[in-house]
T-cell receptor, first 111, second 112 residues
Framework: GEDVEQSLFLSVREGDSSVINCTYT??????LYWYKQEPGAGLQLLTY?????DMKQDQRLTVLLNKKDKHLSLRIADTQTGDSAIYFC???????????FGKGTSLLVTP | DAGVTQSPTHLIKTRGQQVTLRCSPKSGHDTVSWYQQALGQGPQFIFQ???????QRGNFPDRFSGHQFPNYSSELNVNALLLGDSALYLC???????????FGPGTRLLVL
């Protein structure tokens, strides 16, 4: 399938903002998602954005989409230790169909 | 309201054996997708079931098969297990053609 690329690790201090980046290659990607996975757990959907949007904000989360560069980012404001987890970027050409995931970015929040 | 449930939580098998994993979707959901997540990797799509039919399939061999029952629950079967089948198997449910797939906690399969 098409590639979804993410940086592997990110470390931030508690209270700072975190920015997790993702690039994708499939130009037909219509829906782009961010999921969170805590150790030993399944995936929790954080937020998603349609390809015709540039930005979406949901409480502490801000998603930015640059469709021209096929670049997606997730900003977490006021990062807390409970935000430490693996964050996955995923894309899908059609709503409700197969999700194509990146390898995940491991976020470590230090006090 | 129960979320997506999966059973068993953990499973140990030996090479060549067969395994069946089970998934009950979130209440009101009729579409079930299965994913394989190897250690340190992102989930890989196996297949999706809707109205008891396989609607979409990823790049997995025929050893991987599935079924969906009239109550929308689903099974994933893997035959002739290989060491490389060791992974976390995730089930996700959704309403048809909606954006949100809800994931279960997964079944961790170890093949020895």
């Amino acid at each position: 399938g098409e590639d979804v690329e993410q940086s592997l690790f990110l470390s931030v201090r508690e209270g700072d903002s975190s920015v997790i980046n993702c690039t994708y290659t499939d130009s037909s990607s219509t829906y782009l998602y961010w999921y969170k996975q805590e150790p030993g757990a399944g995936l929790q959907l954080l937020t998603y954005i349609f390809s015709n949007m540039d930005m979406k904000q949901d409480q502490r989360l801000t998603v930015l989409l640059n469709k021209k560069d096929k670049h997606l980012s997730l900003r977490i404001a006021d990062t807390q230790t409970g935000d430490s987890a693996i964050y996955f970027c995923a894309e899908s050409p059609n709503s409700g169909y197969a999700l194509n995931f990146g390898k995940g970015t491991s976020l470590l929040v230090t006090p | 309201d129960a979320g997506v449930t999966q059973s068993p939580t953990h499973l140990i098998k030996t090479r060549g054996q067969q395994v069946t994993l089970r998934c009950s979707p979130k209440s009101g959901h009729d579409t079930v997708s299965w994913y394989q997540q190897a250690l340190g990797q992102g989930p890989q799509f196996i297949f999706q079931y809707y109205e008891e039919e396989e609607r979409q399939r990823g790049n997995f061999p025929d050893r991987f098969s599935g079924h969906q029952f009239p109550n929308y629950s689903s099974e994933l079967n893997v035959n002739a297990l290989l060491l490389g089948d060791s992974a976390l198997y995730l089930c996700a449910s959704s309403l048809p053609r909606t954006e949100t797939q809800y994931f279960g906690p997964g079944t961790r399969l170890l093949v020895l």
